[in-house]
DNA sequence: CTGAAAGCGCTTACAG
DNA sequence: CTGAAAGCGCTTACAG
């Protein structure tokens, strides 16, 4: 049916092999017979077959992206830059999305998933580190995110603590005392959610301001959520003067019951959040946040699954990534 | 290495033949040799390899998605429901980001990525029914929006002019005489723009409301550009009491202009766009727009092209397949 | 520098 | 109901 290398090298005039150097770029071929390749290759309009290649070298070429759902803005933002990133080096990114369920995480580990790439970029969210370490097989697999910090593991990931800590002291510095705290557990310390809340209580002891664990609202990271949690603390009564959603659409969903209330922002509260996703920009009034380095966590995260993948060295320690951050004034905290 | 069919086979005391056959659900088997080949199976922890599997069947089980940037609100929903509706029936999608550069949308109809996949669904933005239908090979391919109508081709689409014209009814009834519209150009009458364009001017007609072209601002749907415009029109010394963004980013950089300006919304202008992206209903004020029934334009176009893929027909004419919408009236525009 | 052969792990006619 | 054989289209040692 289609044309294959069978048929470019009777064309050619060579043996099978020579096409096959010609195509893998083999370095010591004749430029007489290199050309007369390639001339039959146009003419005859072969295009290689990559499954038949996959089957044969173990390589697919396309890289495992494993997330909970991709039209979270911030998911989509990274697996947009991903794609480009990984593109730029001849490899295609499949998207598993989790929904956060155990099951999913754990078949992306060892099922058809991982048999149809060559390496995997996992933002584990319920399972944990020995779990994946118990189904970790030959392939390179490098974490993204914060739920798993374990030396074991490459990870790339964000400064969650100094950044919370910034944002956090920047309220503070402009003399905001109460700051809510928006889809984190009181005494949770662990996972985005955790340092996040980790930096929050940092800046705070050393502004010399107790902590209030009346002021944590816990959610799931859904801009719904967000509103309701604002919801929440206004019809108990929680007096409070900033908002801190620890991530953006948490803190706009705050921002929405904020003015559907009647709440002025920022005159009377505050409000900021993490990741600098494209509306924080146009939000009305725009979003005070935490620019987390999206773009250098995509391009490393990529650079280092592809060292390990084209790699020689197996590596035994994992190698931590930390992106940069930058604090983003705008509107709603000034 | 791993375990292959072959090592099932042996402990089994089965030919190859009668494995594949439990694998394939063939019918026809007896229940005890069917059960030695599972035990076998699950002793072994035998798994397919979906990539030898693929080079003798010809089926990769993968469907293609082409878009322009998956990082956009609308595309990332879309992607994500499409993902949800394929995994249901056993398929994967690959996503291919064209950013609208011809180039990519042609090569992405042809080249390695057709070959990965067993069928595409396709959002052309930049090149027309003939390049494609040049390039159409035997797979399947469902085109998704409306860059594209052509009885040629299978299409999932949505009412655009039916939804123009609804929500335009809506500013018109609420007395807003001077709309503008962002993101096409006067003449456009092809395409989503063009489409809702033309909703926009027939509901106008209807009412005895002329069209005034200094009104419609061209752009790129893009957040940023849906600002830059509004801000144009309002340095042009331009009057209007109401902007249609013609989608949902479009109208919240529109929104955000007009708060910066001190215009107050929906009291001097009202805003509405298109979409219903998640954002718009937790925008300040919530925003008013049309839902174009995203949910059932996964469902059907996944169904479509899964039928073209697995069914027996070839089907001379292309089917054409349109989700209903609903008007989605919010605070930004009463 | 190039060739002839083996084999990756399946599915698919072809037999019986 | 089940088996023996061929072959999908490549890459990879092995020779020379």
Known sequence: MAVTMNDVARAAGVSLKTVSNVLNDYEFIR???????????VELGYEANLTARSLRSGKTRMLGLVLSDLSAPYYAELASRLMKAASLRGYRVLVEQSDAVAEVELNALQGPFRQLTDGLLFTPLVIDADAIAARLGKKPLVMLGEHILDPRFDLVTMKNEEAAAA???????????RIAVVGARPEESTGSPGLRLNGYRKALEQAGVPFDPALIAPCEW??????????????????FDAVFG?????????????????VRV?????????????????????LTTVSPGMEEIAQRSIALLLDRIEGQETAGQGVHVEAGFQLKVRESAP
């Open 167 to 177: 944002l956090t002291a920047h309220l503070l510095a402009a003399g905001r005392r």
């Open 31 to 41: 430029p007489a017979t290199k050309q007369r390749v390639q001339d039959a290759i």
């Open 266 to 286: 920022p005159d009377e509260v505050a409000v900021a959040g993490f990741d600098d996703i494209d509306e924080a920009r146009f939000a009305s009034p725009s």
């Open 246 to 262: 620890l991530n953006d659409v948490l803190a706009l969903g705050a921002l929405h019951e904020l003015l559907i209330r009647g």
């Open 222 to 239: 859904r801009r719904d959520n967000g509103a309701a949690a604002v919801a929440g603390l206004l019809d108990k009564g929680v007096a």
